[in-house]
T-cell receptor
Framework: DGGITQSPKYLFRKEGQNVTLSCEQN?????MYWYRQDPGQGLRLIYY???????QKGDIAEGYSVSREKKESFPLTVTSAQKNPTAFYLC????????????FGEGSRLTVL | AQSVTQLDSQVPVFEEAPVELRCNYS??????LFWYVQYPNQGLQLLLK??????LVESINGFEAEFNKSQTSFHLRKPSVHISDTAEYFC????????????FGKGTHLIIQP
């Protein structure tokens, strides 16, 4: 089945540690996105990539980093510089047909202890 | 800049009652409009979308939404809800140009009471 796979589903980390969230898609989509979701705040864009080896900052990129070395993969690193990293993180992709429709993964819940 | 407003953060309804989740958008250009549904601890799934053509769009599970350009609205409705409809619903608009043109509302939590 085609889709987007995020891992891990749940992750705990201590303050000061970096953590990387995985996002893999087999939909052959060009564009990939990372969103952060907090209760009552909707979705906020962290980073996006419209093509391999290229990515742009979204609205809340500070304290995060990404890479796009392969079309299928768009990992997100939450660094120790992110002041409030506890959240639900969603990865999404778009085929590039300029309709804006996104396909989402199941999400990763990060809790900082 | 465009914006999407979901007027209600929570909507409680009784099972088998009708429901309307409100969504208003603001954009100076033509937009595509979407409703996504999110069940607890899961990602978002596309429920329905308006790209062009008929202003009334329907989903396979009984939801419908109507694009109203004069009122800049895209309200979601269902004539009779089920317990399984309990979820968070997000309205979104897209005005082109990639990620910068995509805007989500803050979501409406639909709570179905038996």
């Amino acid at each position: 089945d085609g889709g987007i796979t995020q891992s891990p589903k749940y992750l705990f980390r201590k303050e000061g540690q970096n953590v990387t969230l995985s996002c893999e898609q087999n939909l052959n989509h060009d564009a990939m996105y990372w969103y952060r979701q907090d209760p009552g705040q909707g979705l906020r864009l962290i980073y996006y990539s419209q093509i391999v080896n290229d990515f742009q900052k979204g609205d809340i990129a500070e304290g995060y980093s990404v890479s796009r070395e392969k079309k299928e993969s768009f990992p997100l690193t939450v660094t120790s510089a992110q002041k409030n990293p506890t959240a639900f993180y969603l990865c999404a992709s778009n085929p590039g047909a300029n309709t804006g429709e996104l396909f989402f993964g199941e999400g990763s819940r990060l809790t900082v202890l | 800049a465009q914006s999407v407003t979901q007027l209600d953060s929570q909507v409680p309804v009784f099972e088998e009652a009708p429901v309307e989740l409100r969504c208003n958008y603001s954009s100076s250009v033509s937009v595509y409009l979407f409703w996504y549904v999110q069940y607890p601890n899961q990602g978002l799934q596309l429920l329905l979308k308006y790209l062009s053509g008929s202003t009334l769009v329907e989903s396979i599970n009984g939801f419908e939404a109507e694009f109203n350009k004069s009122q800049t609205s895209f309200h979601l409705r269902k004539p009779s809800v089920h317990i399984s409809d309990t979820a968070e619903y997000f309205c979104a608009s897209y005005s082109g140009g990639g990620a910068d043109g995509l805007t989500f509302g803050k979501g409406t939590h639909l709570i179905i009471q038996p």
